[in-house]
């Protein structure tokens, strides 16, 4: 160790202990650092359960898990940002359907995302997502914040196994609606307003969504360390793109 400055000693562990503290303060929905590109309008918290609607003479759409992906975006903050990495939390095997109605308008959907499912920062997607994501963590950093994340002091996986998400109302044009949904987490409901585009070929629908969400609002306090020189900031970036196939009409 003697050829090593200690200066590049000392940042190798401030790396290392910020990646793996970074992890603490991740749920599946991680943080961003800049504006949602689409603003978001919250409405309310609920403390009913999530109903599945099901609009009359509407055809039932099956999600693809294969082909769609669900991304949540962790961003670092704080004066000692440079310490610590961004990370991308993909959910895997998402499970729900879509009922396509005759009016557009009167559609509903429902998602299950398995939370013990999640992939932390797989090479390939953080490629997808730019250069602030192109240094990968290391296996190690990588193990730890999954298992952080999954723990009783975070996403609590064990109780809280599935994020649940629902549609109460679509407005706006076929193409690109504005879906007011409810999304459940760690147990806590919120409901927002997510923006939309929507893609029809008959026999598969595509909807693809980005937006913010805060973790305050699901009762979460984002991660800060190192005296508050590394935090996780409050407000979440997704990425959504749902596949869903056509499936059999609902019986009248």
């Known amino acids: 160790m003697s050829g090593i400055p200690r200066f590049e000693t000392r940042l190798g ?13 991740l749920w599946c929905l991680a943080g961003c650092q800049t504006s949602p590109e689409y603003p978001l309008t919250p409405l309310q918290t609920s403390q009913s359960s999530l109903v599945e609607a099901r609009p009359e003479n509407s055809v039932r759409y099956e ?11 962790v961003f670092r903050a704080g004066p ?15 499970r729900g359907e879509i009922y396509l109605a005759p009016d557009i308008h009167q559609s509903s959907f429902s998602i299950e995302i398995p939370v013990k499912d999640f992939q932390v920062d797989a090479e390939d997607a953080r490629l997808d997502e730019g250069d602030v994501f192109l240094t990968q963590p290391d296996e190690e950093a ?13 996403l609590d996986a064990a109780r809280y196994p ?45 909807v693809t969504a980005f937006f913010s969400i805060n973790q305050t609002d699901f009762g979460i306090t984002p991660m800060s360390v190192l005296g508050g020189g590394l935090q996780v900031q409050d407000a979440i970036k997704v990425r959504m793109r749902i596949v869903a196939g056509k499936g059999d009409s609902r019986p009248q």
């Open 142 to 154: 990588i193990a730890g914040t999954a298992k952080n994340m999954l723990g009783e002091k975070v």
């Open 80 to 94: 000692l940002a440079r310490f610590g990495h961004n990370h991308v939390v993909q959910a895997k095997n998402i």
């Open 162 to 206: 599935k994020i649940e998400i629902r549609s109460l109302a679509l407005t706006g044009p076929a193409w690109g609606m504005d879906i007011a949904t409810r999304i459940k987490v760690h147990g806590v409901e919120r409901e927002i307003v997510v923006p939309s585009a929507v893609e029809n070929s008959n026999d598969k629908l595509v």
């Open 13 to 25: 562990v401030l790396q290392r202990l910020a990646s793996v503290s970074l992890g603490l303060g």
């Open 63 to 73: 999600i693809l898990p294969d082909l769609s992906d669900i991304r949540f975006l």
